[in-house]
């Protein structure tokens, strides 16, 4: 799979309100394995000053991945690389990415306001967050904007999501799909979305990246349980689980490019789908239960 920037499907988060429709898509499967990814999609990425100087903007590797291939973020080198998510001064998105730290592993991110492709100064529309602070903190997430915390589990996948609200000029962040934010973050700079920067925060930074999933809309979980439905497990491996307290309409899961996979009516509290003859990657799972649906990500 490669790099997806806008489809034409869109696909229904809250049933006859918010779409979530894919803008970007990246799991760097396009990229060869020991490069950097500055310069190989510059309107995606790129670094703090636009410089190389700056330090590698991502490694690509093969060390421990989802698919084949992901993004390292080290500490042996100082790596300054934005994730450029289009100045949006509008509408409502999410942002979502898989991450993976080793026992003991820092990692960081900040949420950047204007950004411009070619690189310039910062703008930080939140303050610093990071995947176990200092060192002190293994298994800590916490956004020092407002001081909350959530965890997330050493030696494993697990995934980031933000959603943001620009009209209200706010953001949300989830870890495995608890909120940490627990009220909506302001901005701290400017009325504007610009991007994520990745920063190596110390040596002992280690941070590795997947797919990461960029829409507009409401993407995740969070619903689901307000909603009395949720899926699992998540990665699925043969079955995908809806847990439900109603009939469950309608399951449809869309590849990322928002191609119709498998769609089934089971019409039945609580269904399984079988899903062995998915190949391996993110998909769409949109739920039907009445006159409510939602849009989940789901990785195989």
Not at 181 to 203: C, W
């Amino acid at each position: 799979m490669k790099l997806i920037w806008t489809f034409q499907l869109a696909l229904f988060a809250v049933a006859g309100s918010v779409n979530a429709q894919t803008i970007l898509y990246e799991d760097f499967e396009s990229y060869d394995v020991g490069t950097s990814i500055y310069g190989q999609n510059p309107t995606v990425w790129t670094t703090w000053s636009g410089d190389l100087l700056d330090g590698p903007c991502i490694l690509v590797v093969g060390d421990i991945v989802l698919d084949t291939k992901s993004g390292y973020i080290p500490g042996a080198t100082t790596t300054d690389c934005i994730l450029l998510l289009g100045n949006r001064t509008s509408g409502d998105y999410t942002l979502e990415w898989e991450a993976y730290l080793g026992a003991g592993d820092e990692g960081y991110f900040n949420i950047q306001g204007e950004a411009l492709p070619v690189g310039d100064s910062g703008v930080f529309n939140s303050s610093n967050i990071y995947y176990n602070n200092g060192g002190a903190a293994p298994g800590v997430f916490e956004d020092t904007t407002t001081g909350e915390t959530g965890t997330y589990p050493e030696d494993a996948w697990f995934t980031t999501s933000i959603y943001f609200d620009v009209d209200a000029l706010t953001y949300e962040i989830s870890i495995n799909g608890t909120l940490v934010n627990l009220t909506p973050v302001p901005f701290q700079a400017d009325t504007t979305l610009g991007g994520i920067n990745f920063f190596t925060i110390s040596a002992n930074n280690s941070m590795w990246l997947d797919n990461i999933l960029f829409v507009e809309g409401v993407l995740g979980n969070d619903d689901f349980r307000a909603n009395n439905f949720s899926i699992y497990p998540n990665p699925i491996i043969d079955v995908l689980n809806v847990r439900s307290a109603n009939v469950v309409d309608v399951i449809a899961i869309y590849d990322v490019s928002g191609k119709l996979i498998i769609e089934t009516a089971p019409d039945i509290i609580s269904p399984s789908i079988n899903v062995n003859t998915l190949t391996s990657g993110v998909y769409l799972v949109k739920i039907t239960i009445g006159d409510d649906s939602k849009t989940v990500k789901v990785i195989k």
